[in-house]
């Protein structure tokens, strides 16, 4: 097995490990010891950070990882590429700490409410930010050195052991509440000198600038191909991390608090959807490459079904069980209930419509990806600016949910009317059929004494009229084999 298989498969078990252990922090450690605007705090500072850094990288990391096989020589140096991956960046982080320190009194007004907890923090985000920078770029030269193992494990999983033995610690009185947050930016930003540390270890620290650099390829191609990126990423960035700041900003940070835990609770949607596009990428990259459109539609059609089937049995588990999540955290988060129902539908349509993304990025015409993501954050912003003022909570996770909507319908149209592919076939409105009978099963289980009968007989309702029904239609022919295995493994 080479070294890309062995590490493709490391960080998906590393991603997975990383998503339980993060999942469990969010939804169940952190919001049974936090107060709500305590952990609307810690979100902000991270939300912060991250959007300075990915600013001041200048698309650097992307740029990093493409064009890093041409600088690649071990003995020079790798030609000082190290030093010229962080020079521009460093210039870049200047820049934005200027603007950043400057607007102080701008984002403290945009957070009245609660400037006596934000403000002693203000200073410390340009902290996180240079380490949550260093980290980005050290990450995307090891992954260049295909040495990926070792962030992966040091972010996914090290890192939120130490943040919930941290939020541990608080609980039990060995740090007050200002020694918490530190020591949470001290773990946060440590993780870049962790990476450090291993790249001297592995001898791939150099550090040394050299001419070099800028004659092996085109300074405007590396600049060009990095403005792109920064587009890209940043739209990523703002999508995954601008509802906490705007709810924060507009509302306070309590309930920017309770829409994280909200945002985190909708995320355990994602997670096969997720599986599903690990193996679709390459695929359709490979169609692609075949020019064989005819297994692309069918490659299309199959996941679509996959996802519905998943997706809305994983989307009615949470939806129906809210009750017991909410009841082990403190009850002032269950006021975001509805706002986890709202992201279930929004991530539920975006499973089901398919790989369309998957499609545009790997076909001849990516460039259009950028446009869908760019659009994506521009109109999650402009949702969240019109509909929080009005609806609180709700209507932040109603924006989000409403632009993944719009979006995937252009992209499902886009891909159609370019390459007249779509993923719907005759058995998405029978799963949907089956999807909305078994959840209302499931609704009219009698409430119990106990939250966790209620939810296991809830559960148990839902997974036999869900599952049986999928069987005996076979409207999933894809799923039945793992129907089969899981319940033959609950009868032996």
């Known amino acids: 097995m080479g070294i890309v298989q062995r590490q493709g498969l490391r960080n998906t078990a590393i991603s997975y490990i990383g998503l339980g252990l993060g999942f469990v922090n969010t939804v169940f450690v952190l919001p049974r010891i936090l107060e709500d605007e305590q952990l609307g705090l810690t979100r902000v500072l991270i939300s912060v950070a991250t959007i300075y850094a990915q600013l001041s990288a200048v698309g650097f990391a992307s740029m990093g990882i493409r064009f890093f096989p041409y600088f690649r020589n071990r003995e020079a140096g790798h030609h000082g590429f190290l030093p010229f991956l962080l020079g521009l960046p460093l210039l870049g982080f200047a820049l934005m700490t200027v603007l950043y320190l400057g607007g102080k009194p701008l984002v403290m007004e945009q957070y009245s409410s609660d400037a006596a907890l934000l403000g002693p923090y203000y200073q410390w985000g340009v902290v996180l930010a240079l380490f949550t920078l260093l980290y980005s770029l050290q990450d995307a030269y090891l992954k260049a050195l295909y040495h990926t193992a070792f962030s992966s494990v040091v972010q996914e999983v090290l890192l939120r052991v130490l943040v919930a033995g941290a939020a541990l610690a608080f609980d039990a009185g060995y740090l007050n509440f200002h020694q918490f947050v530190l020591l949470y930016i001290g773990l946060n930003s440590g993780i870049a000198l ?32 990095s403005g792109f990126a920064l587009l890209s990423n940043i739209s990523g960035t703002v999508i995954s991390s601008i509802d906490a700041l705007m709810v924060g900003s507009k509302l306070n940070l309590g309930a920017a608090g309770v829409y994280s835990v909200a945002f985190f609770i909708s995320t355990a949607l ?8 690990k193996i679709a990428f390459p695929l359709l990259a490979d169609y692609w ?32 069980n809210l009750d017991f999540i909410y009841s082990l955290m403190k009850p002032e988060y269950a006021a975001g209930a509805t706002a986890v129902l709202l992201l279930l539908l929004g991530r539920l349509f975006d499973g089901i419509t398919g790989v369309n993304a998957l499609i545009v990025v790997t076909s001849p015409r990516y460039r259009y990806d950028l446009i869908f993501n760019a659009s994506l954050a521009v109109l999650t912003v402009l949702l969240n600016l019109v509909l929080i003022p009005r609806y609180g909570l709700g209507g932040s996770a109603a924006a989000t949910s409403l632009a993944l909507v719009l979006i995937n319908v252009a992209r499902t149209w886009f891909v159609w009317h370019s390459y007249r592919l779509q993923p ?4 998405i409105p029978l799963l949907l059929g089956i999807a909305a ?28 009229v ?27």
């Open 289 to 320: 490459k075949q020019h064989d459109l005819g297994r692309m539609a069918e490659f299309y059609r199959s996941t679509t079904r996959l996802n519905t089937v998943l997706g809305c049995y994983l989307a009615l588990g949470i939806g129906l």
């Open 424 to 427: 719907f076939d005759k058995r």
């Open 270 to 277: 994602t997670i096969p959807f997720r599986s599903l596009y």
């Open 437 to 464: 009978l078994a959840g209302l099963v499931g609704w009219l289980v009698p409430t119990f004494p106990s939250v966790w009968l209620t939810m296991f007989v809830r559960s148990a309702a839902l997974t036999a």
């Open 194 to 225: 962790l990476l450090t540390a291993y790249l001297a270890f592995i001898g791939e620290l150099h550090l040394r600038p050299q001419r070099e650099v800028l004659q092996v390829r085109p300074l405007g191609e590396l600049l060009g191909f």
């Open 466 to 492: 869900y599952g049986g029904l999928v069987l005996a239609t076979q409207a999933v022919p894809e799923a039945t084999p793992l129907l089969l295995t899981i319940l033959g493994r609950s009868k032996a």
